[in-house]
């Protein structure tokens, strides 16, 4: 059985899609839409970071590319969505703080992903 090559998997090469979004909630058919974006992101792997924020790692730029074009798909006619990609490393540099307590990002997944 050949070894597996971790070479490949780098804090440059892993990414990491931010999906910010700023959506209108005054009709019930706006607040049904952003529901349905919400619960888009989450099946497709993202996990909430702040209520608007959603975060999601990718094992390669190529991997983050299919995630954009599935966000850009599920996006609402109305509202905001701007979706950021920073490289692993990037991430781990993020100060994170809770009141005036400092606390370290969260830790990468430790699977992989395969396609």
Known sequence: MSEVDF???NHYK???LYAL??????TKKQ?????LF????LQDGFTMFQFS??????????NAEVHIRRVRA??????RVAIIAVTDRQFDQMVILYGAKEKPPPPAPLQLELF
């Open 14 to 16: 892993a990414m990491w």
């Open 38 to 41: 919400r619960k888009g992101l």
């Open 74 to 79: 599920m996006t609402p006619e109305e509202g």
């Open 53 to 62: 924020v959603y975060i999601r790692h990718c094992a390669s730029r190529e």
């Open 7 to 9: 070479s490949a998997i």
């Open 21 to 26: 979004f700023d959506l209108p909630t005054e």
């Open 31 to 35: 607040r049904k839409n952003a529901a």
